[in-house]
């Protein structure tokens, strides 16, 4: 296990910045305690500094996961987000919506349908009210 | 093995009185030197000698009485002694069929049969190659392969390996391009390049063989005997020298000017896994701003490469044109091209550049 260097710490906030935008920094810095990064076997991990410090004590092959894994780096070096890091990006998500039509279909749709639903909750009509047409 | 030898030479004395005349005498004479001839030929011995003919060898194992040794006589006996044996090995070598080859009397001599001892010690045995370890560590035995092997384009038998062997894939005519494969790329080229890597790793193997079973130290790193040795190479040497110490090279000395090594080995390294946690945090949310503020950083670096990248073509391009007899539309056409090109990556000060230089180039 091991800190992000400084490019892989780049690719990851680009990655996350698509999804929660400029609120990276609150993952970053907390209120509640210091949280980290760390990645083991090509995988970053979540975690507050507490279990880091219980971490030093299992060996690298014995060691299987560690707080909340949020991606991977693939062989080339791409950041991949996985759907454990739900939890965390959600807060602070830039949108939500709910896929109207499935992968393969989005591919080979015409540029007019529609694919991402906005299901809004039961305030937002009000909430937004000047915002909406 | 042959002998030459010019005329059938027999060992005698010549008879030194020829003062009689008469015939009866004469006569006489000749029997007595024909008695001493064959007398000379014929040698009487009390064991047979050994002969081995094809080392001209003749071994006499008679007894030889101590008074015949003794001041006076010794040099008499062992003349007479000589001559009598050799008398013998020739009679044996005239035994042997002879030829003539050029009004000369040559005989076949036969194989030799006393064992010589070496002239030299016996070779040790080779350390076993790198090949033959691993085959005895895994087993494999050697399997006898026929020599010669079908080869179908040419209809008939052909060496396994060597000269004009049996399916050699450098020697097709036509090569078909695989699809995967760049359309530009020379496919017989590629082969022979492949056949020539495969010698050479062969080469290098063998020697690396003969080193090992000589223990003659190669060199994994630093220099190799050669005539000029590469900057690199030497900057390599060097340093592989200075960490070669006790102390892995912390404490020897630089000359003046000498600039301390980078890092340049081959292991990364990261930051401690419990470093400080503020620091960290730190560098990571510095790295959002810049993210987070949107101005291209780098392409400062970048637009001034461009610009100097262009300014190098402009100048080969008037070079180009001044030497083709100032042909203004070819000097035009590059001009322009080059003044479209940089427009994407470079940013405001690069694409401008660029710009304002097509403009001189129509001229």
């Given at each position: 296990m091991r800190p992000l260097t400084e490019e892989e710490t780049k690719t990851m906030f680009e990655k996350l910045s698509?999804y929660i935008g400029e609120n990276i920094k609150l993952l970053v810095d907390r209120p509640d305690g210091t949280y980290c990064f760390r990645l083991h076997q090509d995988r970053v991990y979540y975690m507050s500094e507490k279990i880091l410090k219980l971490t030093t004590n299992f060996s690298r092959d014995k060691l299987i996961s560690v707080g909340t894994c949020f991606g991977k780096f ?5 950041f991949r987000l996985h759907i454990t890091a739900l939890d965390f990006l959600a807060p602070y998500a ?40 | ?267 990364r390294k990261f930051e401690p896994l419990i470093g400080d946690f503020n620091s960290e945090k730190q560098k990571q949310l510095e790295l959002l701003k810049i993210m987070g ?71």
């Amino acid at each position: 296990m091991r800190p992000l260097t400084e490019e892989e710490t780049k690719t990851m906030f680009e990655k996350l910045s698509k999804y929660i935008g400029e609120n990276i920094k609150l993952l970053v810095d907390r209120p509640d305690g210091t949280y980290c990064f760390r990645l083991h076997q090509d995988r970053v991990y979540y975690m507050s500094e507490k279990i880091l410090k219980l971490t030093t004590n299992f060996s690298r092959d014995k060691l299987i996961s560690v707080g909340t894994c949020f991606g991977k780096f693939t062989k080339t070096k791409k950041f991949r987000l996985h759907i454990t890091a739900l939890d965390f990006l959600a807060p602070y998500a830039k949108g939500f919506g709910v896929a109207a039509k499935s992968t393969q279909e989005c591919r080979r749709v015409d540029p007019m349908s529609i694919v991402v639903f906005h299901q809004a909750d039961v305030g937002e009509f009000i909430r937004s009210e000047d915002t909406l047409t | 093995m042959l002998v030459f030898f010019p005329a059938p030479h027999v060992f005698h004395c010549e008879p030194t009185n020829m003062a009689a005349c008469s015939v009866e005498e004469l006569l006489a004479k000749a029997e007595q030197e024909e008695a001493e001839k064959l007398k000379s030929i014929s040698v009487q011995k009390e064991l047979d000698l050994e002969f081995d003919v094809g080392n001209l060898l003749a071994c006499d194992k008679n007894r030889i009485e101590t008074r015949d040794l003794r001041e006076k006589k010794r040099n008499d006996f062992l003349r007479a002694l000589a001559r009598d044996n050799t008398q013998l090995l020739i009679n044996e070598i005239w035994k042997l069929p002879t030829e003539r080859v050029e009004e000369v009397i040559v005989a076949k001599l036969p194989e030799q049969t006393t064992r010589l001892p070496r002239e030299k010690p016996p070779p040790k045995p080779k350390p076993p190659t790198k090949w033959e370890q691993f085959a005895k560590l895994k087993g494999i035995q050697k399997k006898k392969k026929t020599n010669l092997v079908w080869d179908e384009t040419a209809k008939e038998w052909r060496r396994r390996w060597g000269y004009k062997r049996a399916n050699d894939d450098t020697k097709d005519w036509l090569i078909e391009v695989p699809e995967t494969a760049d359309p530009n790329e020379d496919q017989f080229a590629k082969r022979n390049k492949a056949k020539k890597e495969r010698v050479a790793k062969n080469e290098l193997n063998r020697l690396r063989n003969i080193a090992r079973a000589h223990k003659v130290k190669t060199p994994g790193e630093g220099l190799l005997p050669k005539a000029q040795q590469s900057k690199d190479e030497l900057a390599k040497a060097v340093s592989v020298a200075k960490t070669s110490t006790a102390s892995v090279g912390r404490f020897q000395d630089r000359l003046p000017k000498e600039k301390p090594p980078k890092n340049s080995g081959k292991k990364r390294k990261f930051e401690p896994l419990i470093g400080d946690f503020n620091s960290e945090k730190q560098k990571q949310l510095e790295l959002l701003k810049i993210m987070g503020s949107k101005t291209p950083k780098l392409d400062i670096t970048k637009a001034v490469n461009t610009q100097m990248r262009e300014e190098d073509r402009e100048e080969a391009a008037a070079r180009r044109r001044k030497g083709a007899g100032g042909k203004g539309r070819k000097g035009n056409t590059a001009g322009r091209g080059k003044g479209k090109g940089p427009k994407g990556k470079g940013g405001k000060a690069g694409g401008g550049g660029g710009k304002r230089r097509g403009k001189p180039g129509k001229h």
